[in-house]
């Protein structure tokens, strides 16, 4: 009896909050991809995401929000983000106002969801 490879990996819902220029966004991506899965691509450079979604996505991940954000983007100096009186609401309003902010790729499964560096961490989250 033969499988349908696209019957039970393909129904299992995935996100990935994507960045095509970052190599760790690109290796997670095709390791979902190698277990048959095409995930559901958020670019969030193109696309950013608002407040609300934000907070969300950094509830679901269940991290402090400092440890989403790129501290090597030139914003991140310009904006002072290291300032330990910042609250997340400013935080997450800058990454609102300046997508490149986001770490990546965050990537969201019925597992759980978590920020994939190194991209390998992806497949805890994978049936």
Do not use: W
């Amino acid at each position: 009896m033969s499988q349908n490879p696209s019957s039970p990996a393909t129904a299992f819902p995935v996100t990935i909050y994507h960045n095509s220029r970052c190599s760790n966004s690109r290796g997670a991506l095709a390791l979902i991809r190698e277990r048959g899965i095409e995930p559901h691509i958020v670019d969030y450079i193109a696309q950013p995401l608002d407040a609300a979604a934000l907070t969300a996505l950094v509830g679901r991940l269940g991290v402090p929000v400092r440890d989403l954000l790129r501290s090597k983007e030139t914003v991140h100096t310009e904006l002072q983000l290291d300032a330990p009186t910042l609250t997340d609401g400013q935080l997450i309003a800058a990454v609102a106002a300046h997508p490149v902010l986001l770490n990546r790729p965050i990537v969201v499964t019925p597992r759980g969801a978590a920020l994939c560096r190194p991209p390998e961490k992806v497949l805890a989250l994978l049936p």
